[in-house]
């Protein structure tokens, strides 16, 4: 499969994986704040991090299987433009609270996962 054909598949599981974790955050959670949209870049930021290290840093994972996972399935996955735009609506709702727990939470949340994402891939390979 070409490298654009990897990017396409994983880019469709991605999206369909984000939908779903949408969907079941809003019906087991509610809708009055973006779990989902949080949880997706939180988890896709460990992710990401923990891919490329294990890519990088050894033979773990082949160029192939990188842009797979990281440029499609997690670049499917995650959802920056949705919190942004969210972030935005509940500034227009004049839910200023809401809107700063969803900005903060967010940009902190992906940094400790990417830092923890880091140190698992280092874990496993060292480095």
Known sequence: MTRVGLVA???ALGSV???GV???AARLIGPAFPWGT???N???SFLIALVMHLALTGTVISLEMRIFLTTGILG???TYSSFNYETLAL???RAYWLAGLNLASTVLGCL???MLGLAAGRAVVGG
Request: glycine share 24%.
């Open 112 to 114: 400790v996962a990417g």
């Open 22 to 24: 949408g969907a079941l």
């Open 76 to 78: 499917g996955f995650t």
């Open 38 to 40: 949080l949880m997706v």
């Open 42 to 44: 939180v988890t896709g």
């Open 9 to 11: 598949l994983g880019g």
């Open 91 to 93: 500034l227009n709702q």
């Open 17 to 19: 994986a984000r939908y």
